[in-house]
């Protein structure tokens, strides 16, 4: 089986998806194995690293199970704007991020249900 045009830039993107969110091979092919994938584990290793191609139905299905444990991770911390540094000092948490510059952990891009 060959490779389709765009299963090269389908696998770079997975595998930076996959190190961004440190997740590895076995953990994304019991997802993608529980969802209904049909490749072994070592056939989705030799996929990822790019030593053999996955049908086209069988990457989507690697790529949800990748997303899926993706969206189920820690929101990561935004680069506050100015209006979020203003408010997080004006929440009395800024003291030593006047005299440093910093104001202490951003804030998180997900907010609160129900939150405005």
Known sequence: M????????????????????RLSVPEVWMKYFSIGGGAGE???DAYVNGS???????????AHAANELIDQLPARPRAP????????????????????GRTGSPPRHRRDPGED
């Open 2 to 21: 060959g490779f389709e045009p765009v299963e090269p830039e389908q696998r770079q993107l997975l595998r930076k998806a996959l190190e961004d969110a």
């Open 42 to 44: 070592y056939e989705v």
């Open 52 to 62: 053999l191609s996955l049908p086209s139905l069988q990457r989507d299905i690697l």
């Open 81 to 100: 704007s100015s209006t979020d540094v203003h408010r997080h000092r004006a929440a009395g948490s800024g003291a030593e991020g006047s005299r440093t």
